[in-house]
């Protein structure tokens, strides 16, 4: 199956400093791109989804200004959390659809582990 | 909106069957069918573009009927490696996939 990676795996960063998540497909070239966070034991909430060469949608309640989403090429999307605070601690998923690979599947990244302190 | 799945949580004994089912209180699409172990990301199992769309892979297998707005993946013969906890994922219309709420799936030796 299509793979994709993100970077890094796990992060502790003090509070007020800002992370930045990588995804990246590696086989395929993704068209969109989706960033979920999942807190334990619950679901996964859609934050944004970005399109390549465009802005990043975000979804109701999400500050876009808070977290920074850039698709910059067919295999990468980052995301930014600006001035974390503890309640920004969770698990980060991205996942990418393909282009090549049937519209509608999603490819999961492995995630990613923010805690703030 | 988020569709519904159920149920919460259920434990089977090894070689025991379940049935986990995800209601729509919109028009589907698409539904597609993740597994998730603890600490790790969801992983695919299937995606149902059609209604009345039935697929399966090994002993996972699930059914889309478009006209109840539902979805069920049917588990059978678990083994312990089905473990985990499996999510619905509904397309509506447009590139967005919203997730129901998890369905705690424990097989027991």
């Known amino acids: 199956g299509a793979v994709v990676s993100q970077h890094p795996s796990r992060v502790i960063c003090k509070s007020g400093t800002s992370v930045k998540i990588e995804c990246r497909s590696l086989?395929?070239?993704?068209?969109?791109m989706f960033w979920y966070r999942q807190f334990p034991k619950q679901s996964l909430m859609l934050m944004a989804t970005s399109n390549e060469g465009s802005k990043a949608t975000y979804e109701q309640g999400v500050e876009k200004d808070k977290f920074l989403i850039n698709h910059a090429s067919l295999t990468l999307s980052t995301l930014t959390v600006t001035s974390a605070h503890p309640e920004d601690s969770s698990f980060y998923i991205c996942?990418?659809?393909?282009?090549?690979?049937?519209?509608?599947?999603?490819?999961f990244g492995p995630g990613t582990r923010l805690l703030v302190l | 909106q988020q569709p519904v799945q159920s149920p919460q949580a259920v434990i089977l004994r090894e070689g025991e069957d379940a049935v986990i089912n995800c209601s729509s209180s919109?028009?589907?699409?698409?539904v597609h069918w993740y597994r998730q172990k603890h600490g790790e990301a969801p992983v695919f199992l299937m995606i149902l573009l059609k209604g009345g769309e039935q697929k399966g892979h090994e002993k996972i297998s699930a059914s889309f009927n478009e006209k109840k707005q539902q979805s069920s993946l049917y588990l059978t013969a678990s083994q312990l490696s089905y473990s985990g906890t499996y999510f619905c994922g509904i397309n509506t219309g447009g590139f967005k996939t919203i997730f129901g709420a998890g369905t705690r799936l424990f097989v027991k030796a």
């Open positions: 919109k028009a589907l699409y698409s």
């Open positions: 996942s990418a659809r393909s282009r090549d690979r049937g519209s509608e599947t999603q490819y």
């Open positions: 086989d395929f070239q993704a068209t969109t």
